[in-house]
């Protein structure tokens, strides 16, 4: 599928509503390998997959499964989103995959009643825990109802409301790696082509 320039697969377009996707790790495996070499991607400028959090089979198998130019490590502010983020590094390293930064998501929530900051989730943890690990911090996306509600409506908040301040910080974020990106690929260039493209 593809809305607004960026073309996407998921386990969602292949299973019924309200259907859990029970799956050993093999199986697991098995999915990542045929995204990346079944789906006609066409040419592409960065192939971005969602992984879920943590150190399971899916980053496990992406990484041995293709030479990835770098993980972005995604968490929320508070000190167990840090644990779960120091383990993912930690593994992604050991597979010599190249970290390009830490985002801190949820970072915090401005009221839209009386304009005052809420650390729902404290904040600062992403920051903290890229200075402890050596890598790059790439910004705060803040906690906001109009971002929940644009993402359920599948609608990008920077194409919705490209002038708020939401906005900025996803396109601040969106630099930011992009920035690391083309650091990661100058010092160690990829070549990767993809299977049905």
């Known amino acids: ?6 073309e996407i697969v998921s386990m969602g377009f292949l299973t019924r509503a309200n259907s859990a996707v029970i799956w050993r790790g093999p199986m697991v495996s098995k999915a990542i390998q045929q995204f990346l070499r079944d789906v006609r991607w066409g040419e592409l400028d960065y192939l971005v997959v969602d992984l879920p959090p943590g150190t399971g089979d899916a980053q496990l198998t ?13 968490m929320t502010p508070q000190d167990v989103a840090a644990s779960v983020a120091v383990k993912a590094i930690a593994m992604f390293r050991k597979l010599d995959v190249p970290i390009l930064g830490i985002v801190e998501n949820m970072s915090y929530f401005i009221c839209p009643n009386c304009n005052s900051r809420h650390d729902v989730f404290s ?4 920051r903290q825990a890229a200075e402890a690990l050596e890598t790059e911090f790439l910004g ?58």
């Open 1 to 6: 599928m593809e809305r607004y320039g960026v």
């Open 123 to 126: 904040h600062g943890g992403g």
């Open 140 to 197: 705060e996306i803040p906690l906001h109802t109009q971002i929940r509600a644009d993402a359920d409506e599948g609608t990008p908040t920077v194409v919705i409301q490209p002038d708020s301040p939401e906005a900025q910080a996803f396109r601040d974020v969106a630099a930011a790696v992009a920035q690391q990106v083309s650091i990661a690929v100058r010092r160690s260039p990829v070549q990767l082509q993809m299977a049905g493209g």
């Open 62 to 74: 992406l990484s041995q499964a293709i030479p990835l130019t770098g993980a972005v490590v995604v």
